[in-house]
């Protein structure tokens, strides 16, 4: 392992905060585009929700499996085994 994939590893945010901001960025993105563009903006907003909804009970979240690849650090939310370390 590399020195520059360690460090990674062990600084900078989680999957979880990043999970977690995106999906924020997200829907306050299309709240915005909503009211100052089209009201079906709001779709969006909906698919995001759904998809943390149905995470919350499988685990999966295809952001997630895409940050773990590109070597995020892994958090509690999405790599239970994370959190007993």
């Given at each position: 392992?590399?020195?520059?994939?360690?460090?990674?590893?062990?600084?900078?945010?989680?999957?979880?905060?990043?999970?977690?901001?995106?999906?924020?960025?997200?829907?306050?993105?299309?709240?915005?585009?909503?009211?100052?563009?089209?009201?079906?903006?709001?779709?969006?907003?909906?698919?995001?929700?759904?998809?943390?909804?149905?995470?919350?009970?499988?685990?999966?979240?295809?952001?997630?499996?895409?940050?773990?690849?590109l070597?995020?650090?892994?958090?509690?939310?999405?790599?239970?085994?994370?959190?007993?370390?």
């Amino acid at each position: 392992m590399s020195t520059t994939s360690s460090v990674s590893q062990t600084t900078g945010a989680s999957v979880d905060q990043w999970v977690f901001r995106i999906a924020g960025l997200f829907v306050l993105a299309s709240l915005a585009l909503s009211q100052l563009h089209s009201p079906n903006w709001l779709w969006f907003t909906a698919f995001v929700g759904a998809n943390m909804f149905q995470a919350s009970f499988t685990g999966f979240c295809p952001l997630a499996k895409i940050l773990d690849k590109l070597g995020v650090r892994a958090g509690a939310a999405f790599c239970p085994s994370a959190a007993r370390r």
